[in-house]
């Protein structure tokens, strides 16, 4: 009778092990093992430098930085699952912003000028997607070519000139957007949370995420299942640009200027957080969380090279190594399902 009851009591945790953990674990592989990433990565960089990494001014600076590009890399998560990808939303950075200067000065109204920033990357979004659905162009080419375009026509209106911003001191938008939440959360790290939040709830609870993820699986499919395939697409860019417009407005308000050069040398970061985070190039897998973390991974890679010794020319090294890496692996995985 004992042996018996110690048999049962040995079962029962077993049975729950097969039943809950080893099931979440294969359903939550990538956010897993994203989330073991950053803890490794963690504690080599404490391990390497703990004057750095034991400190408050590194993650302060973490929080007010990663957010610039991070804002964008989430919905722009949702564009490379549907089997797209944008390049240009380092021109929209800028765009945004030169609607931004042109009308404040024509009203002096600074929540006019957002909201007209904040059109100005949605509308430039959407031409993206009108452009690519209604010719037909591969986003990789015509989102190209946007951003060279865009970048132009910036240099252009600004003649290279950039705007000061400190008449935005004191004022509400700005403590709103990239103020200091009990004196020391950046308020951009909130809004990347929201952004966060909102984007996995739109993928993950609402039929516009399970239209972007059939699409990303197979387009055809997707068509035969009444998914309005080209709609979807186009939406899908138009809500990047909205983020990068968003994303341009936090970095020229943080550090108090605008340059028409405005989101270059963002778009390594951002494309590096997303396949990092484990969406696949090819579309079809990836996860809000997962680009969360991996915005954070990346954005702690070069402060972190740096203090532990190296140069800060291993950055890009490591960029082009994670997602080479990422598609790679991806691909074994892709040709194995197949």
């Known amino acids: 009778m004992t042996a018996h009851v110690r048999n049962q009591s040995q079962e029962i945790p077993q049975s729950l092990w097969g039943a809950r ?14 989330i073991g990433v950053l803890i490794g990565l963690w504690i080599l960089f404490i ?21 610039y590009w991070g804002v964008i890399a989430l919905p722009l998560t949702m564009v490379i699952i549907a089997g797209e990808i944008d390049l240009s939303f380092i021109s929209t950075m800028a765009v945004g912003m030169v609607v931004f200067w042109q009308f404040y000065d024509w009203t002096g109204s600074l929540g006019v000028a957002f909201a007209a920033c904040l059109t100005s990357g949605f509308l430039v979004g959407l031409l993206n ?12 080419i015509a989102t190209i070519g946007t951003q060279f375009f865009w ?3 910036v ?43 909102a984007t996995w709830f739109l993928l993950n ?12 699986d197979n387009e055809n499919s997707a068509r035969l299942m009444g998914v ?15 983020a990068a417009a968003f994303g341009g407005v936090v970095q020229s308000l943080d550090v108090w200027y605008f340059w028409p050069n405005l989101g270059e040398g963002y778009l390594m970061n951002t494309l590096a957080a997303v396949f990092l985070g484990g969406t696949s190039v090819f579309g079809g897998t990836g996860t809000i969380l997962g680009t969360f973390v991996g915005c954070f991974i990346i954005g702690a890679i070069q402060p972190g090279i740096i203090a532990i010794g190296l140069t800060g020319y291993w950055t890009k090294l490591i960029y082009g190594l994670i997602i080479t890496v990422s598609v790679a692996m991806h691909t074994v995985l892709r040709k194995r399902i197949s």
């Open 21 to 34: 953990v080893v099931p979440f674990a294969r359903k939550n592989g990538l956010q897993l093992g994203i």
């Open 47 to 67: 391990v390497g430098a703990p004057d750095t990494f034991l400190k408050s001014d590194i993650y302060r600076a973490l929080m007010t930085s990663t957010p």
């Open 129 to 140: 997607g009108i452009i690519i659905v209604g010719l037909g162009i591969p986003s990789l």
């Open 151 to 153: 970048r132009g026509a």
């Open 155 to 197: 240099e252009v209106i600004r003649g290279g000139q950039g705007e000061s911003l400190v008449l935005t001191r004191g004022t509400v938008l700005r403590d709103v957007l990239v103020g200091k939440i009990g004196g020391y959360v950046p308020a951009q790290l909130v809004w990347m949370v929201v952004i966060a939040l």
């Open 205 to 216: 609870r609402h039929k516009f995420g399970a239209h972007t993820y059939l699409i990303g």
């Open 228 to 242: 309005n395939v080209n709609r979807t697409r186009m939406l899908l860019f138009a809500l990047v640009g909205l």
